[in-house]
C-alpha cells in the first residue's frame, strides 16, 4: 500500500513545479502532509493539509510560496510550488496520518509514498 507522488522535475530558479499525491481509499488519512529530505540532511516537513476542513499548515521556509489543494474526489493532494529556489532541491515524499494535521509528529504518518525528485538550479 502506497502513495503515488508525480510532478517532480528539474526547473530553474524562479521557476514552479506541482507535486500530486494520490492515495487509495482506504489510507486516505486525516492530514495529508508533505516532506522533503536533501542529500545530507534530516527529513523536513513543509506542509500538510487537513482533508477534513481543509485547513493547510507550512513551514516557514515555503509559506507564500507553495501552496496545497485537494481533489476530495481523487484522493488526491497537489502542492503547487512557486520560485522555486536551490535550497527546495530535495525528494519530495506525501504522507497520510489518520489524526489532525496541528500537532502530528512524522511518527504519525503511517503510510508515505517513494518520493519523487525535484531539483532548482
Known amino acids: 500500500v502506497q502513495l503515488v507522488e508525480s510532478g517532480g522535475g528539474s526547473v530553474q530558479a524562479g521557476g514552479s513545479l506541482r507535486l500530486s499525491c494520490k492515495a487509495p481509499r482506504h489510507v486516505y488519512g486525516k492530514c495529508m502532509g508533505w516532506f522533503r529530505q536533501a542529500p545530507g540532511k534530516g527529513r523536513e516537513g513543509v506542509a500538510a493539509?487537513?482533508?477534513?476542513?481543509?485547513?493547510?499548515h507550512y513551514a516557514k521556509s515555503v509559506k507564500g510560496r507553495f501552496a496545497l489543494s485537494l481533489d476530495a474526489a481523487k484522493n488526491t493532494v497537489m502542492l503547487q510550488m512557486n520560485s522555486l529556489k536551490p535550497d527546495d532541491t530535495a525528494m519530495y515524499y506525501c504522507?497520510?496520518?489518520?489524526?489532525?494535521?496541528?500537532?502530528?509528529?512524522?511518527?504519525?504518518?503511517?503510510?508515505w509514498g517513494q518520493g519523487t525528485q525535484v531539483t532548482v538550479s
Open positions: 493539509l487537513s482533508t477534513t476542513d481543509g485547513a493547510t
Open positions: 504522507a497520510t496520518a489518520p489524526r489532525a494535521c496541528t500537532g502530528a509528529k512524522d511518527s504519525d504518518y503511517t503510510y
